[in-house]
């Protein structure tokens, strides 16, 4: 199976990668489009700047190939920054344009019930309540989950059927994690999750 | 109630896990990665590597400990000391680690939070601050706690989130290593006034440090040395307590 981590000079990569490795598969980092369009899978990562990921994928001439790959029906995963690449705009810095492949757009969580003290970026592990059942969740209990976030920007997405789960920080609900068709996206980052961000990668990549 | 992160503090002198008191007198305790894939086992949070002698020489050895941590313990590393460019920065994110902290050349340039921030992303970037008290209010202090900087903790923190830090790692100098408490003052200031998330560092004896400093403070996590590398107390012990005290942090 060959899974591809798109390289826009964002992210991690290499934890995502170590990741990948421990549970048992191999990965390749590229931005090669001829190679990522070949590939069974791939995983757009992310930690950085809604403008400054757009201007790298541009730079890489990235942003077309993405969008092929997900009309082929292989899974596609977003993380963090990666998940909110998927919506149709952001307004972080300047209002920018998105992949556009999941209905929604990316803007400053707010401190919906006016919790004192309330700091962003939003860090730390929560409990993520799941929606619908889907194979992303095999093994993962559904009561009591903790995985990591970090992040000062929230997806919300057009359609709330598209939402699998959600997290909910200091009284506000924020987006955990989406699903649409052959598209996954995930606020938290599962490389740094523990054993349970790993069996989330395990089902993504069985998937 | 916020959720609150258990970080375990790891101060590096060229292979070794050192301790000190006061953030000077070093011991040497063992392999860092031993130490940290212990804590990962047994459930902690995040991993703060500090290199602590931080000069070019070490560079190799710090992002071999980086890598072999990265490979098998899946919870955020946080890595700093020493760091003083962008290329700095980078080769010890490329060796694995997801945060950096920087301190000394944060102080003699902070534009370097900016352009450390706008490459890597605000979340990466942690600026540690360290700070001594000083009458009515608390000096910052870099290299290891020897070297006075003249700027007022309160007004550097405020800086430093401006510049575009996306934590604060706040280090009690005098408590550092003593077992006798965090500085609550310090810490209550200085949350008081940051919308940027601050660790709290230094000082942990007792479990009741651990709830009073997150009782008496806005603090958003805890780092914690000597109390872990020493066997005073084990995490599933600060966990069990925390869960059994109110306080919101991840458990099994």
């Known amino acids: 199976m060959k899974i591809i981590i798109i390289n826009y000079k964002l992210g991690n990569l290499l934890s995502l990668q170590r990741a990948l490795k421990y549970i048992g598969f191999d990965s390749e980092i590229s931005n090669d489009s001829a190679k990522i369009l070949k590939a069974d899978k791939i995983i757009l990562p992310g930690v950085g700047s809604f403008p400054t990921a757009v201007s790298y994928?541009?730079?890489?001439?990235?942003?077309?190939?993405?969008?092929?790959?997900?009309?082929?029906?292989?899974?596609?995963?977003?993380?963090?920054?990666?998940?909110?690449?998927?919506?149709?705009?952001?307004?972080?810095?300047?209002?920018?344009?998105?992949?556009?492949?999941?209905?929604?757009?990316?803007?400053?969580?707010?401190?919906?019930?006016?919790?004192?003290?309330?700091?962003?970026?939003?860090i730390g592990w929560y409990n993520i309540k799941i929606?619908?059942?889907?194979?992303?969740?095999?093994?993962?209990?559904?009561?009591?989950?903790?995985?990591?976030?970090?992040?000062?920007?929230?997806?919300?997405?057009?359609?709330?059927?598209?939402?699998?789960?959600?997290?909910?920080?200091?009284?506000?609900?924020?987006?955990?994690?989406?699903?649409?068709n052959n598209i996954y996206g995930f606020q938290f980052h599962p490389e740094n999750s523990a054993m349970m961000g790993l069996e989330i990668l395990k089902n993504f990549c069985h998937a | 109630m916020r959720n609150i992160r258990l970080i375990s503090r790891l101060d590096i002198k060229s292979k070794n896990l050192i301790k000190g008191i006061r953030l000077e007198g070093l011991r040497v305790l063992g392999k860092p990665y031993d130490f940290a894939k212990n804590y990962f086992d047994n459930g902690i949070d995040e991993i703060i590597y500090m290199d602590s002698v931080a000069s070019l020489y070490n560079r190799n050895t710090l992002t071999d400990i980086i890598e072999e941590t990265s490979k098998n313990i899946f919870i955020p590393i946080t890595v700093g000391g020493g760091i003083r460019s962008i290329d700095d920065a980078y080769s010890v994110l490329k060796s694995g680690a997801d945060k950096i902290a920087i301190n000394t050349a944060a102080v003699r340039n902070p534009k370097l939070?900016?352009?450390?921030?706008?490459?890597?992303?605000k979340s990466t970037i942690v600026v540690s601050i360290e700070a001594k008290k000083n009458v009515n209010s608390w000096e910052a202090y870099t290299d290891n706690g020897r070297e006075s900087t003249g700027l007022d903790?309160?007004?550097?923190?405020?800086?430093?989130?401006?510049?575009?830090?996306?934590?604060?790692?706040?280090?009690?100098?005098?408590?550092?290593?003593?077992?006798?408490?965090?500085?609550?003052?310090?810490?209550?200031?200085?949350?008081?006034?940051?919308?940027?998330?601050?660790?709290?560092?230094?000082?942990?004896?007792?479990?009741?440090?651990?709830?009073?400093?997150?009782?008496?403070?806005?603090?958003?996590?805890?780092?914690?040395?000597?109390?872990?590398?020493?066997?005073?107390?084990?995490?599933?012990?600060?966990k069990f307590f925390a869960t059994g005290n109110n306080i919101n942090i991840r458990s099994s």
């Open chain 1, 57 to 122: 994928l541009k730079e890489f001439e990235l942003i077309n190939t993405i969008k092929d790959f997900s009309k082929s029906g292989k899974y596609i995963l977003g993380i963090c920054l990666g998940m909110q690449l998927l919506a149709n705009y952001s307004n972080e810095f300047k209002l920018t344009e998105g992949l556009g492949l999941i209905d929604g757009k990316v803007e400053l969580i707010s401190n919906k019930t006016n919790y004192k003290n309330f700091k962003l970026p939003s």
């Open chain 1, 131 to 180: 929606f619908k059942k889907d194979k992303i969740f095999y093994n993962i209990d559904h009561n009591k989950n903790w995985f990591y976030f970090v992040h000062s920007y929230c997806f919300v997405p057009k359609a709330r059927s598209e939402i699998l789960a959600e997290y909910k920080y200091n009284g506000t609900d924020l987006v955990a994690a989406i699903k649409k």
């Open chain 2, 113 to 121: 939070i900016e352009d450390l921030s706008n490459r890597f992303g």
């Open chain 2, 153 to 238: 903790v309160k007004k550097w923190a405020l800086q430093c989130e401006t510049a575009g830090a996306g934590e604060i790692l706040l280090t009690s100098v005098d408590q550092d290593g003593t077992g006798l408490g965090f500085d609550c003052e310090l810490v209550s200031e200085i949350t008081n006034i940051t919308k940027i998330p601050v660790i709290a560092s230094g000082g942990m004896g007792t479990l009741d440090d651990f709830k009073k400093i997150i009782s008496y403070s806005n603090c958003e996590a805890v780092a914690i040395g000597n109390v872990l590398h020493y066997k005073k107390i084990t995490i599933p012990e600060i």
